[in-house]
């Protein structure tokens, strides 16, 4: 265990020099296919040599997830990587192969109730962190963040948690329990890549642990499909699907097939709480440019 944690230093130096190239005109993004196996490699071995406070979370009580160094005095724990699932992400590079990321990701308490998608809205606290230990960021208290608008490797972690309960005060607070908790590792392709942010350098791997209290299903257009919905080729993201080749994605376009009757006047014009195929080609009206 000891020999892998001191593999951690060497690797992150070899990160940091490569920053500097940052003052070099000549300077060139890396492609994801030559950074994810880096990456993967240095959640690895931070998941092997990595545990947390599982127990805690087999009861309901309202506990942080605390990480911790697997060592000598408590090497029979599970390691995170025992403990870890993968779901797989791809990413485009830069001469359109998919490069296939791994989002490692832990749920420490599941939850009772909903799974928000990629594209709601959520309501949560959560923690920050890189594999050296620096916590970027903190939400002791809940705050709303707009999946759609986030990491693609934080939305597709916090869409794996599922909503708790809730009772309100005497005094008009919430209180939550039971909510689904989750620890998620991701490679730098999945989060800033290139980009620096509070803190965190270029081709940073990310770690984040994050309560879900609770969501908001979300129409971002207002146009009455739900922004999940509106995920036209149906990869289970919302993201990139234009129908109307206007640029616009559907989530966003109030009119989606740009036939310049809205979405919303062209979903269900008899009232009849079906959406509307005037032809039955199988392509409802609001996505038929001919109908
Ligand atoms: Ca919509
Ligand atoms: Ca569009
Ligand atoms: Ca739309
Ligand atoms: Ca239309």
Not at 61 to 75: A, E, M, Q, R, W
Not at 173 to 181: A, D, L, N, R
Not at 210 to 238: A, C, Q
Not at 249 to 272: A, F
Request: charged share 25%.
């Amino acid at each position: 265990m000891k020999k892998k944690l001191l593999f951690l230093i060497p690797l992150f130096l070899i990160l940091t020099q490569c920053k500097k190239d940052d003052d070099d005109p000549e300077y060139v993004i890396r492609e994801y296919s030559e950074q994810v196996n880096v990456d993967h490699q240095l959640l690895e071995d931070y998941l092997r040599t990595h545990t947390f406070n599982y127990e805690d979370f087999v009861n309901q009580i309202n506990v942080d997830v605390k990480i911790d160094t697997l060592t000598d005095f408590n090497s029979s724990r599970q390691s995170l990587y025992d403990l870890a699932n993968v779901k797989t992400i791809n990413v485009t590079d830069s001469n359109g192969d998919n490069v296939s990321h791994n989002l490692y990701y832990i749920i420490a308490r599941e939850g009772l109730n909903e799974k928000p998608s990629v594209a709601d809205s959520v309501y949560i606290a959560y923690d920050g962190l890189l594999t050296d230990g620096y916590v970027f960021d903190n939400r002791k208290f809940p705050i709303w963040l707009d999946l759609a608008n986030s990491l693609e490797g934080f939305r597709e972690g916090v869409s794996e948690l599922k909503t708790g309960n809730f009772t309100e005060n005497s005094n008009g607070t919430i209180s939550y329990t039971s909510f689904g908790v989750g620890i998620f590792f991701m490679p730098s392709g999945i989060g800033y890549f290139e980009n620096t942010s509070s803190g965190i350098p270029e081709y940073s791997p990310l770690i984040f642990s994050v309560k879900l209290m609770t969501y908001t299903p979300t129409d971002h257009d207002n146009d009455g499909i739900l922004s999940i919905f509106e995920d036209v080729d149906g990869d289970g993201k919302p993201f990139g699907d234009d129908s109307d080749g206007d640029n616009l994605w559907n989530m966003y376009d109030v009119d989606d097939d740009g036939d310049g009757i809205l979405t919303i006047n062209e979903i269900d014009k008899n009232n009849d709480n079906v959406i509307d195929d005037s032809n039955n080609d199988g392509t409802p009206d609001y996505l038929d440019p001919n109908n």
